[in-house]
């Protein structure tokens, strides 16, 4: 994770995938991308409460290398773009067009207890 500034006016910036190959996955929730050693590492930017540093498992249910497309937004809250994917209020970062899997049923509850917001994914 990257800080932009210091003190009350930077922004968090997402990291961007160090490959675009086989092992990029996707946030469930907040549709991040990045590879699977950067979730390990550092977790989701959007999603920290999922704790998903140093849990080989957890990365594993919170993410997916099943997605469709690819879009980087530099200014989330600027870009119609951002505002029509919905991710309009997460960091600045690489983000899926969609995902085709749900979060599973206790991460699920674990957004509503955090209080944030889950979309799941639209069945075709």
């Known amino acids: 994770m990257a800080s932009q500034g210091g003190g009350g006016g930077g922004a968090t910036v997402a990291q961007i995938p160090t490959s675009f190959g086989h092992e990029l996955r996707a946030c469930l929730r ?7 050693d950067q979730f390990r590492e550092n977790g989701c930017e959007n999603c920290r409460f999922f704790q998903m540093e140093d849990d080989h498992e957890r990365v594993v249910d919170c993410t997916t290398p099943n997605f469709t497309g690819l879009i980087s937004v530099m200014d989330p809250t600027r870009s119609w773009s951002a505002r029509w994917l919905r991710i309009g209020r997460f960091v600045p970062g690489c983000y899926t067009l969609s995902v085709s899997e749900a979060l599973p049923q206790d991460l699920q509850n674990m957004c509503e207890e955090e209080r944030v917001p889950y979309v799941p994914p639209k069945r075709v």
Request: aromatic letters at 14%; charged letters at 30%.
């Open 30 to 36: 907040c549709r991040l991308v990045k590879t699977y």
